[in-house]
């Protein structure tokens, strides 16, 4: 297993409302990518926090939003929820000086209704 | 952006056959391709990776392939074994040090292993 950890594990929340997210990334990896993971499918990039800032982003709308903060843990935002933000929310965690290798938390599994 | 196709969605064959899985992806600044195991309801496992300076990586019964001109990549899988039955993802990634692009994933082949 990683050392990388996520909270909660499983969250059930109404169209419209807001959640957050977070992750703690493995001791020495100062590098957080989050990743939505529908039913089914590969996971999809959604965004990078490296040094407090995001640095990479995927095709998602300005409602997901991120944070990271000085211990490299970071939180994953998402405003107005829909029924399709319905997944598996995975974060993964990284250094930047020392490798491109992810490793993953174990998710939090999101429920729309 | 990067995109990455992956074949077969399903591939069942008997214990200690080989399995092979392949992907091609479009971008051709790409230059890290890992391979992720997800058994059900668990984290992704990163079990083997390869960059785009070498053709080939192993790992025991692992092994992944490059073919850079041809935008390919493929995992084989040795003497499979029941507890290699999961889903199996590729990704791609153009991004040095900490992945800056992200991976972009295939979008998995399920995996099972017949007695």
Same mark, same amino acid.
């Given at each position: 297993e990683t050392g990388v950890t996520q909270s909660p594990t499983h969250l059930i929340k109404t169209r419209g409302q807001q959640v957050t997210l977070r992750c703690s990334s493995q001791s020495g990896h100062n590098t957080v990518s989050w990743y939505q993971q529908a039913l089914g499918q590969g996971p999809q990039f959604i965004f990078q926090y490296y040094r407090e800032e995001e640095n990479g982003r995927g095709n998602?709308?300005?409602?997901?939003s991120g944070l990271q903060f000085p211990n490299y843990s970071s939180e994953l935002n998402v405003n107005a929820?829909?029924?399709?933000?319905s997944a598996l929310y995975l974060c993964a965690s990284s250094s930047q000086t020392s490798g491109v290798e992810q490793y993953f938390g174990p998710g939090t599994r999101l429920t729309v209704t | 952006g990067e995109n990455v196709e992956q074949h077969p969605s399903t591939l069942s064959v008997q214990e200690g056959d080989s399995a092979v899985i392949k992907c091609t992806y479009s971008d051709?600044? $790409?230059?890290y391709f890992p391979w992720y195991k997800q058994e059900l309801g668990k984290r992704p496992q990163l079990i083997i990776d390869i960059r785009s300076n070498v053709g080939e990586k192993k790992d025991q019964r692992i092994a992944v392939t490059l073919n850079k001109t041809a935008k390919h990549f493929s995992l084989h899988i040795t003497e499979?074994?029941?507890?290699? $039955?999961a889903v199996y993802f590729c990704a791609a990634s153009t991004g040095t040090g900490g992945g800056a692009d992200g991976l972009t994933f295939g979008k998995g082949t399920h995996l099972i292993i017949q007695p």
């Open positions: 998602f709308p300005p409602r997901f929820l829909e029924l399709d933000d | 051709s600044a $790409s230059n499979t074994q029941p507890e290699d $039955s």
